[in-house]
C-alpha cells in the first residue's frame, strides 16, 4: 500500500474515473504484446495477428528479446525500449515471469496490463499468492489488470482484438464479459454465425482487477453498448452488482448465465429463512430483484440477446403466430403458453380480415383463428398480408412469424417479405424459419431453428419489458414516497446490537430483545411481555390485553409449537396463570421462562424473514407463512434495498397470494401493511451487519394491519470481506 492515502472522490467521480480507465484499455492509443512469438501456434503470435488483422489504427509493438521482428514489425527486447507512451500490455510470458513484466510496464507508466498467462489463483495457494503479489504492483501503480488466466479483451468500435479468438467478433451492441475462456471464445464464435454483434468482449478469467462490476459501469456509459451479456461462475461484489446492474439494467438489458457450482450451505440452520436460502435461491433473488434477465444455457443467452439487441421491447404477453404449416406452429402455440405467454384467439374482424385479403380467398385455409396456417400454399404476399393484419390488431403484441422452408427462390422472397413488414412496425417481430437459426435476411428480425427458443427469448424480453416499466424513473404517482428509506432509529438499534454482544456474545436473542430491536425499525411485533412465574404471567394478560397466547421460551425451545408450547386464546388472567402452570410442568427445566401476548385478530399468515448469505450479503424472503410454511415452500427471496412495489412483485409471485385479496369470500386484508413490514425488513438487514438470521413467522395480515407474533433473531459478529 502506497504510504498517501488517495483523497476522498465523490462517487461520480470513481465511476468517471474507473470508466476512463477502462476506456484506455478498449481503445488504447498502442499496445505491446510482451511475449509475442514466430511461432503461429503460439498465443503470443495469435494476439499479434489478430491485432493487427482486426483494423485497429494505433501502434502494435512485439516484445522478444530474441528476435529482430515478428510478423514484419520491429521487436523490442523489453517494454522500456518501446517509443513513445504504451496504453495497454499484453502479457503471455511464463507465469513465474509476469510480476517481474508488470514492475516494468508500470514504471513505464502503462496504463493497464491484460495477463493471459495462467498459473495463478487457479492452480493452488502458490498461485494465488502470485496473483495477489501481481495485482498489488498493478493497484499500487493504478494500473488497471484484466484476468490472469483469460482469453484477453476485444473491442469493435476501436478495432482492438488483443484475444486469441480464431474470428473476430462482428461490430454490434452486445457488451459481453465471460468468466471462463472456453466459454467466451464458444459465445464469440456462435454470436457471430447468429448475425449477433459485439461491441466489447472481455474475458475476466481469474478478475484479481477488472470484474463484472466494473464492465457494467463502463458499459453503461459506453454509446455503442445496448445491451450487455454475462457468463458469470463466482460473484465479488453481490450487493454492488445488484445496485448497478438496477441502475444500468433501467436502460441496457443485462443478461446473466450463472453456473450454480456452489453447494449448500453446511451449518445446521435454525430459521425458516436460512434453511429455505439455498446458494441458487439467492443467486434468483439478486438477478431478479435488480432485473437482469438470468438465462439457463449458452443459447438461452444468445437467443435472447438477439431479440433484444434487434427489436422493440414487446409491450405486452400477447402473441400472434402466422405460419405456413399446422405442425410448427401448433408447437409454437404450445412453447409460448408453456412460457407463460398468451396466444389469445384473434378477433372476428381480424380473422375476417385475414381471410379476406389472402391472394385466392377460397382456397381452404386450415386456420386463421390463432395460430394462423396459411398452409404450404401460402406465399410471400399472402404472408405479408396477414402479418400486416394481425400487427394492425391491437389485441396483438408480438409477432411470431413460423416459416417452414419449402424451396428457393420461394423461401428467400417469403424472409423478404418478413424483413419487409417488420420493419413496417412498431412492435415486435421475431422469427423461426424451422430449421435454420441466424437474422431473416440480415434484417433486424431474430431467426430461431425452433419454437421453444423463440418462446423462451420472448418470455425473457416480456420479462425485462415489465421490469423496466416498473423501475422506470417516470412512476405514477404514489409511488414515489418510497425512495426515501422507511423511517428507523438506527441507533438505538445499534446500541440494543453492540450492548447484547457486550452482554450474550452473539447468537439468537431473546423475545424482548427481539421485539426491541425490530421496533427500531417500525416493525410491528404483538404487544408481549416476558414472565418468570404463573402470577407474572396472570398479571401480563392484564396489560397487554385479553384475550392472549401464551409461549413458553428458553434458549433450547426453537421450534416452540412443536413441543406444545404454545397455548392460545386465553381469556382471562385465570386461564392465563393455570397454562403458565401446565407448560412448566410438561417442558421442564428446558422452560426458563414464557411470553404473554395479545392475541392478533384472524387473518392471513406470512412469514416475513432474513438471512445474510456469505457470498451474496443480505437476502429477504417473503412467504406463506404459519406452522406449515417449511412444508408448502411457497416463498420468495430478493436483495434489499426492497422498494414498495418490489414487495408487493415479491408478494404477487406467491401462489398464496390470493389469500390476501379474498379468496373464496374471504375478507380482504391489508396488503400495503405487509409490504411495509418486507421494506422494513430489508431496510434493517441492510443497515446491520451483525443482524445474521431473521424470521417472523408468522406476520398475521388482518383487516387492519399486519403484525409479527413470532420473531426471531440471530446475530452474528460480521466477517470482513
Ligand atoms: N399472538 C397471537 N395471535 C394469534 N395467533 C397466534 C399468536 N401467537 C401465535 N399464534 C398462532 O400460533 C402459531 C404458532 O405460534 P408461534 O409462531 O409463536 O410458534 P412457533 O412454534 O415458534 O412456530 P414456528 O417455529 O413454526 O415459527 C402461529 O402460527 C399462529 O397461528
Ligand atoms: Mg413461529
Redo the contacts with the bound molecule.
Sequence with gaps: MGALSPPVAAPEQEHAARVASLRRLLHPASVAVIGASRDPESIGHRILRNLLDGGFAGDVHPINPRVSHVLERPAYPDIDAVPGPVDLAVVVTPAATVCEVARSCASRGVAGLVVITAGFAETGPEGAEREARLRDICRAAGMRLVGPNCLGLADTGSGVNATFLPHPPLPGPLGVMSQSGALGVALVERARVLGLGLSTFVSVGNKADVSGNDLLEYWEDDPATDLIAFYLESFGDPVRFADLARRVGARKPVIALKSGRSRAGDRAVRS?TAAAATPDVAVDALLRGCGVIRVESMQDLLDTARLLATQPLPRGSRVAIVGNSGGPGALAADACERAGLTVPELSTGTQRLVRDGLRAPLRPVAAVANPIDLTADGDAVDLAHAMTTVLADPAVDTLLVVYTPRSEPGDAVARLAIAEVAATTSKTVLACLVGHDGMVEASPVPAYAFPEQAARALRHAVDYARWRAGSAPAEPAGWRAEVAPPWADVERARGIIRRHLADAGPEWLDPATAADLLGCYGVNV?RSVTVHSEEAAAAAAAEVGLPT?L?ATGPAL?????VG??R?DLSTPDRVADNYRELAASLGPRMTGAVV????GSGV?MIVGAVRHRAFGPLVMVGM???A?DLLADRTFRVPPITTREAAAMVAELRCSPLLSGYRGSPVVDSASLFEQVVRVGRMVRDLPEVAEL?L??V?VTGDGAVT??ARIRLAIPTAS
Design positions: 425458516h404483538a397466547a409461549k426453537v421450534h416452540k409449537s412443536d408450547g404454545v392460545l401476548q395479545r392475541m392478533a399468515e407463512g404459519g406452522v410454511a424470521d413467522n408468522p398475521i407474533v413470532d
